[in-house]
């Protein structure tokens, strides 16, 4: 209704059946309060056969592939999942999605749908976290005794939270009957477009390369199985 559109209009562009032009882009952009970042990062290939190798993996191969010695995102996860209700942004996101850089700040960040953190918090003591540092900007982060870390923000860059980003999110098992809530790459390309964190912007690129790869992929492997 914001919009001033038919409702037929909004499901072409929902279903990829029309592409809007930007113009209409920006307009329900703002309408939900939100802006578009736009940029031109240097085009890089790369990545494109490290990714193809990663998304021949189930996801928690390739977390596990990318993972440090004595860091286990699968674990932790395993033990938010059995209690609490979030979405998984971050660099573990993005292995979860198959990019191929290094787990090396050993971090697992969720933005969790309890904005207390009370579950996140049980967790992390059963994790081994012994304290809780709370930083501005609805960040809380427990230092585990493995030498990883396990962080909760409540609004992530350029998001308005849980309920924004919980929309598009991609579930992924990641051990027999345990899947958690990723967010999309194209949310997680906003927030690290948004941050204010040099390290994020960082990896702007190593995400639009796995989103691209990741359509080709959707789109070649029937073909392979046909064959």
């Not at 030498?147 to 919980?166: C, F, H, K, N, W």
């Not at 598009?168 to 098992?173: G, L, P």
Request: charged share 25%; with cysteine; aromatic share 4%.
């Amino acid at each position: 209704m914001r919009l001033g559109r038919a409702q037929s209009t909004i499901a072409r562009w929902e279903t990829g059946a029309q592409h809007p032009p930007l113009e209409s882009v920006l307009e329900a952009l703002h309408a939900c309060g939100l802006d578009l970042s736009v940029g031109m990062p240097r085009f890089d290939d790369s990545y494109d056969s490290l990714i193809a190798q990663q998304l021949n993996r189930d996801p928690a191969e390739r977390m596990r592939h990318l993972a440090p010695d004595g860091f286990d995102p699968v674990g932790m996860l395993s033990e938010l999942a059995e209690h609490s209700r979030f979405v998984v942004v971050g660099d573990v996101a993005g292995a979860l999605h198959g990019w191929p850089v290094m787990l090396g700040a050993r971090t697992l960040e969720v933005l969790p749908a309890d904005p207390t953190l009370r579950r996140i918090e049980a967790a992390a003591r059963r994790l081994g976290a012994t304290g809780r540092e709370d930083r501005p900007g609805g960040l809380s982060r427990w230092a585990l005794p493995t030498g990883g870390e396990l962080r909760a923000t409540l609004i992530p860059s350029g998001t308005q939270g849980y309920r924004d980003l919980v929309r598009d999110a991609q579930s992924m098992q990641i051990a027999p009957g345990v899947s958690v809530k990723v967010a999309s790459l194209i949310d997680l390309i906003r927030i690290a477009e948004a941050s204010p964190d040099p390290d994020a912007r960082m990896f702007v690129s190593a995400l639009w390369a796995t989103l691209e790869r990741s359509r080709r992929y959707a789109t070649e492997a029937p073909a392979v199985e046909h064959a």
